[in-house]
């Protein structure tokens, strides 16, 4: 479980590897949520939205890794998909709700809570965040610590 996750946006892999030692606040523009696993959430989020199993996204290695310090016991950045990060930014309120729900179930269904209501905050504005790259060549981020 990561204590801070935050979302950002790049414009490549390089720029967003170079603030894996102190995270891209004040960089990039930021989201900022904090205790839960990111990396899963963000496999389990791309299955809801495409239908492709949790573990094909693991087998393919999504998402993927762009910079790791302490080869995990450190902060990380990771790259979302181009698959999650258009069905972010094409999702409506209706489709995000859905999957927070379903997210939030699997995530019980595993003895580990989640609030609905912070789900919904933390996919509306990733998807927000998405929305607003669509165009621009950028990616979506997350470095976690």
Do not use: Q
């Not at 930014?89 to 912070?118: N, T």
Request: aromatic share 8%.
């Amino acid at each position: 479980m990561s204590i801070i996750v935050n979302f950002f946006v790049a414009p490549d892999h390089e720029a967003a590897a170079a603030v894996v030692g102190h995270g891209p606040e004040g960089v990039f523009e930021t989201l900022v949520f904090g205790n839960f696993d990111a990396s899963e959430a963000m496999i389990e989020w791309e299955s809801i939205f495409t239908g492709r199993s949790f573990e094909e996204l693991v087998d393919a290695d999504e998402p993927v890794v762009i910079a790791d310090l302490d080869d995990g016991d450190g902060p990380t950045v990771f790259v979302a998909s181009e698959a999650l990060r258009h069905a972010l930014a094409a999702a409506d309120g209706v489709s995000l709700a859905e999957v927070c729900k379903l997210w939030v179930h699997g995530l019980a269904a595993e003895g580990e809570e989640f609030d609905l209501e912070i789900a919904i905050e933390i996919l509306g504005d990733l998807a927000r965040l998405a929305r607003g790259i669509d165009g621009r060549g950028d990616s979506l981020y997350c470095w976690t610590a």
